[in-house]
C-alpha cells in the first residue's frame, strides 16, 4: 500500500508502532501532489517547506505525545483562515490576504498535531457547484478529469479521492461538503449548524455556512468531529453543548433504527442510474437491520427559492467588506467611489457579482417583505416538516445529487441549472440539521454516486453509526480513481 492512500486511523496506527515517519508520509503526500495536480488542480496553494519543517518536528513527538492528528498531512479550504499561511477564498480580491490569526478549526487540528499540505481550490466565496467558478483555476474530478468535481469545496474533496493528503476541512452553505463529496466518490459530513465553530472562516451566508470533514471512510470523519467539535466563546453562534466520542458509537447495531424515504426527493428528472444505486442502498440498509418508511417533505419544492433569496441576501452584505481599503485588492480610481467600483468590478467573478446583485435587490426597500421575509417564513414551514418527520423517523435517507458527476462547461452558461445541482442537500442547511453523503455506488460509466443521511439536530451519532453500518457492508469506500 502508497503512503499517499491511508487513512488517518491506519496512518495513525503505523506512525505510533514506528513502522512509518511523518517525513516518509509527508513525503508520499508530495510526491503524489506532484505526480497528479496538473490534472486535478485541487489546490490554490501548496505548503511544501511548511509541511516539510511540521513533519520533522512531529516526528520528534511521536512516541511522547498522544495526539491523533500528530503528522498526518491535511488540505484545508481556501474560505478558512491559516495563520500567515495565504487565505483568498479563489478571489482574485483577496489574492494576497495573509490572516494575522488562526480559525478555530485549524487551531484545534494544530493542537492534535496535524500538518498542513495546502490550501484547496473552491469556488469563489463558496459561489457555485463545480469549482469552475474559482478566480484562479478549474478543478478536475479524479474519476474522470472532464469532469466537475461538484463545489464549492470540491478542492479539498478532489484532494481527498486522488490521495493528494489524508484528510481535509471544507464548508457546507447549501451542500459544498455533500456535494462535491458524492462527485469525488469520499466522506462529507455537513454538523448541525452551531456543532462547530466558524470563527476564521470568511462568511459566505452566515445563518447556513458550517464547516464540516472530508475524508476518505467514515471512521476518519467521526474522530475529526470529536477534534473540530464543541463550543467555541469566539462564535456567537456556536452551541454550548456538549461533544460525545462519535467513535465509540461506530460498529453498534442498527436493527430496528427507522429510515425515512422522502418521497419528494425521487422526482422526475433525477438520473435513473442514480435513482437505482440509492434504492439499492436503502435496501442494503434493511438486510442489515433498519426500517424503510416512505415520509414526506411537503415544502421541499420551495426550498431552492428560498435559499437563494436569503444565502444571495446574506451574501450581499458580508461582502460589502470588499472595497479594496483595508485587505486585498486595490484598484485606484479619480476618487474614492471608483477606487470602490474598479476594486470590485476587477476582484469578483461573474457568479459573486450576480448573487450580489441578487441579494441586494431582495433587501431593497419595497421587496425586502415580498422576498426575504417571505424566504425566512418558507424556511420556517422546512424545520418544520423535518422536526414532525423526525417524530416518526431515527434517520432520512435521499440521493445527494439528482446526477453523477457532470462535464465541465455543461452547466456554467445556465445557472439556474448549476443551482438544481443542491437541490437534495438545500433544505438540510436551511432546518441546521446534520447531514452526511457516503459512495453508494458507481454508474456504468464508473462514476460515484452519493447517499445522504440526515439526522436530528446534535444528533450526529445515529448517522455516522448508519453510514459506518452501510459503509462496512460494502466495498464502495475501497475503490480509487485510475490516476
Known sequence: MELYSLTISEARSLLDRREITAKELVNSITARIDTVEDRIKSFVTVTKEHAFHASEEA????????????????????NICTKDIL???SSKILF????????????RLKE???????????????????TENSGFHITRNPWDIERSPGGSSGGPAAAVSADECIAALGSDTGGSIRQPSAFCGVVGLKPTYGRISRYGLIAFASSLDQIGPITKDVRDSAILMNIISGHDPLDSTSAPIQVPDFTSILGKDIKGLKIGVPKEYFIKGIDSEVEILVKDAIRQLELIGAIPIEVSLPHTDYAISAYYIIATSEASSNLARYDGMKYGLRTEGKDLIDTYMKTRAYGFGAEVKRRIMLGTYALS?????????????VRTLIKEDFDRVFKKVDIIVTPTTPTPPFKLGEKIEDPLQM???????????????PAISIPCGFTKNDLPV???????????????KVAYAYEQSTEWHKRKPNL
Do not use: R, W
Request: charged share 20%; hydrophobic share 40%.
Open 59 to 78: 516526528q520528534k513527538k511521536i512516541g511522547k505525545e498522544t495526539k491523533m492528528l500528530l503528522g498526518i498531512p491535511f488540505a484545508i479550504k481556501d
Open 419 to 433: 443551482y438544481l445541482s443542491d437541490i437534495f442537500t438545500i433544505s438540510v442547511n436551511l432546518a441546521g440539521v
Open 112 to 130: 492534535e498535531g496535524y500538518i498542513l499540505i495546502g490550501k484547496a481550490n473552491m469556488d469563489e466565496f463558496a459561489m457555485g457547484s463545480s
Open 450 to 464: 452519493g447517499l445522504q443521511i440526515i439526522g436530528k439536530h446534535f444528533d450526529e451519532e445515529t448517522i455516522l
Open 87 to 89: 487565505t483568498t477564498c
Open 96 to 107: 494576497n490576504l495573509m490572516p494575522l490569526y488562526e480559525s478555530t478549526v485549524t487551531s
Open 365 to 377: 426597500a419595497g421587496y425586502y417583505e415580498a422576498y426575504y421575509k417571505k424566504a425566512q417564513q
